[in-house]
């Protein structure tokens, strides 16, 4: 009986510290055309059309030291367009988020919509984009006006009879100071067997470091973006039941120019192989854009904005993509992105899937 007292008398000394809850919810919709026609052996022509819809309802609160809690509960639905609903797939939306000081604790299933800034498409290409809407375990992040820090593990297959155990481990960083900046991207991507690994498949790794430097002149000219950034990348690739290891590197540079409604973005990479075991495994292990197998691989979006508010993002971009000893193919991309959180701040503007 005492326990129960003491638990009682300490439960009610919690709630008193806590402010009153709020209701909580957004609607995320995001719908996608994107049409390509490629001329190499690296990628497939294809028209990609669909579109997403992800709603969250839960409650949240601040407590007396200041810290902002929040539970937040939803599914994405994604439908695939000139398909039955029998295509569609639904992923559940369900976390915890802890906020003080400029640190933030997200556990569960978040959107990938969380992270400060999205992931570069040697790390995500744009089909994992489109499909692939949450983070699946723990994104842990810092942010303040030199920078920001962010750390995340997505849980992307739960060992099974019929499903390997697949995770990747992810740190992204940027330290500002004026015009200058500096940062990097690490990553532990793991493939390991089924359950009933018979007969076995193996384990692989693919490690990732990309330290890189860059400008950003985007408050000292009149145009609302100008920055420019080169990197260097180091690729560890490993197939264990074949003792195979293949170790890759080679530089990326980017540059990015946006002006009112118009804009450019240029990336280009020179260097070896960055995915060796991507004809082997595909996307059961690499997650990133298959071109990046290229020794020579450079992308040119031009793109312009239909619409661009504070909560709804709509634009058109006509992407140019190059390897060494193919011809250039092109991609179109319409993409849209509405989001309801955003009618709260109508002095920024929304970011799209892909921060343009």
């Given at each position: 009986?005492?326990?129960?007292?003491?638990?009682?008398?300490?439960?009610?000394?919690?709630?008193?510290?806590?402010?009153?809850?709020?209701?909580?919810?957004?609607?995320?919709?995001?719908?996608?055309?994107?049409?390509?026609?490629?001329?190499?052996?690296?990628?497939?022509?294809?028209?990609?059309?669909?579109?997403?819809?992800?709603?969250?309802?839960?409650?949240?609160?601040?407590?007396?030291?200041?810290?902002?809690?929040?539970?937040?509960?939803?599914?994405?639905?994604?439908?695939?367009?000139?398909?039955?609903?029998?295509?569609?797939?639904?992923?559940?939306?369900?976390?915890?988020?802890?906020?003080?000081?400029?640190?933030?604790?997200?556990?569960?299933?978040?959107?990938y919509s969380q992270l400060y800034r999205a992931l570069p498409d040697y790390l995500m290409s744009d089909s994992m984009a489109y499909g692939h809407p949450n983070i699946q375990g723990g994104l842990f992040q810092y942010a303040s006006k030199w920078g920001f820090a962010e750390f995340l593990c997505d849980w992307r297959g739960m060992q099974s009879s019929n499903t390997r155990?697949?995770?990747?481990?992810?740190?992204?960083?940027?330290?500002?100071?004026?015009?200058?900046?500096?940062?990097?991207?690490?990553?532990?991507?793991h493939l390991a067997g089924k359950s009933d690994d018979q007969p076995y498949l193996g384990v692989c790794d693919d490690l990732y470091l990309n330290p890189f430097i860059g400008i950003d002149f985007s408050n000292k000219t009149p145009l609302d973006s100008l920055s420019f950034q080169v990197g260097y990348i180091v690729g560890l690739q490993r197939d264990r039941k074949d003792?195979?290891?293949?170790?890759?590197?080679?530089?990326?540079?980017?540059?990015?120019?946006?002006?009112?409604?118009?804009?450019?973005?240029?990336?280009?990479?020179?260097?070896?192989?960055?995915?060796?075991?991507?004809?082997?495994?595909?996307?059961?292990?690499?997650?990133?854009?298959?071109?990046?197998?290229?020794?020579?691989?450079?992308?040119?979006?031009?793109?312009?904005?239909?619409?661009?508010?504070?909560?709804?993002?709509?634009?058109?971009?006509?992407?140019?993509?190059?390897?060494?000893?193919?011809?250039?193919?092109?991609?179109?991309?319409?993409?849209?992105?509405?989001?309801?959180?955003?009618?709260?701040?109508?002095?920024?503007?929304?970011?799209?899937?892909?921060?343009?």
């Open positions: 009986m005492k326990k129960i007292l003491l638990f009682a008398i300490f439960s009610l000394g919690i709630l008193a510290n806590l402010n009153a809850q709020k209701f909580l919810y957004n609607v995320d919709f995001v719908s996608y055309f994107d049409n390509r026609e490629y001329h190499s052996n690296l990628q497939q022509s294809k028209t990609i059309f669909g579109t997403r819809l992800s709603p969250e309802i839960g409650v949240g609160f601040q407590d007396s030291l200041d810290g902002s809690h929040k539970l937040m509960g939803g599914v994405s639905y994604i439908q695939p367009f000139g398909a039955s609903w029998r295509s569609a797939r639904l992923y559940p939306t369900l976390y915890y988020q802890y906020r003080q000081q400029g640190f933030t604790v997200n556990l569960g299933a978040i959107p155990e697949a995770f990747r481990l992810i740190i992204d960083g940027r330290f500002n100071y004026k015009w200058f900046y500096t940062g990097g991207y690490a990553q532990l991507n003792e195979i290891t293949y170790i890759s590197q080679g530089c990326k540079i980017d540059f990015f120019l946006r002006w009112k409604f118009i804009g450019m973005e240029n990336r280009l990479y020179l260097g070896e192989n960055l995915m060796p075991l991507y004809a082997k495994y595909g996307t059961l292990l690499s997650q990133g854009d298959p071109f990046y197998q290229a020794r020579l691989y450079n992308r040119t979006d031009l793109f312009f904005y239909i619409i661009r508010r504070s909560f709804v993002s709509c634009y058109f971009s006509w992407n140019f993509h190059y390897t060494l000893g193919d011809k250039l193919s092109h991609q179109q991309q319409l993409v849209v992105r509405f989001n309801l959180d955003g009618l709260k701040n109508k002095n920024s503007k929304i970011r799209g899937i892909f921060d343009k």
